[in-house]
């Protein structure tokens, strides 16, 4: 089912999954988190590491860092990270926009030092964004290590960002990556929202999205999202989003407690939700003022579709025998008309 957004007074979907920085909630976390990253990179740190849970925000957090960059600084992006080294090394590349002089390693290499180093000539930044960090073996690590290699007697020429799960942690302590470990200049966290800040949270996306009524949501929805989400945003979306679609279709403008279990439900287990008497009580009174019917005769096509809900399966076995008859009937008469 399609959600109509001015139903409940939106100008755009409130809780896409996609990370839209514009949608970036600034909890004390992701504030901190984003301080971070900028100061690294404006500060040339070089090894920059942001960590969390599935579903905190961390590549919306970047997508914000790279909007706030200035037009001196280049950026390459790299979100599939169970490449080998060498297949990271030609996107890094291709991203940075650096025409390839030759396929050997070595000259990849020196291609992406002259570029560092006009860039840097030129006083300009360059910043190599690694997201889902945790999957890169430990070979691909030791050689994105080397890329740290690249600098001046001042200056780092490439910041790299390591970003990923907690996994990422665990990979970083192990004795072959204490030379990486050693060259991380700036660590952050980013943890779940607390239950007021999902609040504040939810709030926020429906501000954004255009709503007028902020409080969209009741209280104890809110909490019981809070509740079954853990505060992980990706989480809080996606109930959320449920959450607008049964209220569309049941006609109602503010969730509460009960159309949120009933979004946790169809999350959980994936039912397909049954049709509710009421429901179709409002659709057919909504047609018959369309059709122009009076009153009395919304209420009745109402009924009717009362009726048919809470009597489906008997209604269903008399259809369904009453085909059967006619099916016989029409074959008596065909046999008939060939006599």
């Known amino acids: 089912m399609s959600l109509d957004l001015a139903f409940f007074g939106l100008q755009q979907k409130p809780f896409n999954s996609t990370p839209d920085p514009r949608f970036l909630y600034p909890s004390p976390g992701h504030r901190e988190g984003l301080a971070h990253l900028l100061y690294g990179v404006q500060e040339h740190k070089g090894f920059i590491l942001l960590t969390g849970e599935v579903g905190t925000g961390k590549t919306t957090l970047l997508r914000a860092l790279l909007s706030r960059l200035d037009g001196h600084t280049a950026s390459a992006f790299v979100f599939d990270t169970t490449l080998p080294f060498e297949g990271l090394l030609e996107y890094i590349l291709e991203d940075f926009g650096i025409a390839k002089s030759g396929v050997s390693h070595a000259q990849r290499l020196i291609a992406l030092n002259n570029f560092l180093i006009e860039r840097r000539r030129a006083g300009q930044n360059t910043v190599l964004v690694l997201d889902e960090a945790q999957n890169l073996d430990l070979r691909a690590l030791e050689q994105i290590r080397l890329l740290s290699n690249f600098e001046t007697d001042t200056d780092k020429l490439l910041q790299i960002l390591l970003v990923g799960q907690p996994e990422l942690l665990d990979k970083l302590n192990r004795p072959e990556l204490r030379q990486l470990k050693q060259r991380i200049s700036l660590r952050c966290h980013i943890l779940p929202l607390t239950p007021a800040e999902t609040r504040e949270y939810i709030r926020t996306r429906l501000r954004i999205a255009g709503a007028r009524d902020l409080g969209l949501f009741s209280d104890p929805a809110i909490m019981r999202i809070a509740e079954y989400s853990g505060g992980i945003p990706r989480l809080i979306n996606t109930v959320c989003d449920h959450c607008l679609v049964i209220g569309y279709a049941d006609q109602i403008r503010r969730i509460d407690g009960k159309v949120v279990e009933e979004a946790i439900e169809y999350f959980e287990r994936g039912e397909q939700r ?55 009937l029409a074959h008596v008469a065909s046999s008939l008309l060939r006599q």
């Open 274 to 328: 049954s049709p509710k008497p009421q429901r179709l009580l409002s659709r057919w009174r909504r047609l018959a003022v369309r059709w122009g019917l009076p009153a009395a005769g919304a209420l009745v096509l109402g009924g009717a579709a009362s009726l048919m809900t809470a009597h489906r399966d008997d209604l269903r076995q008399l259809f369904d025998h009453s085909a059967a008859t006619l099916a016989g």
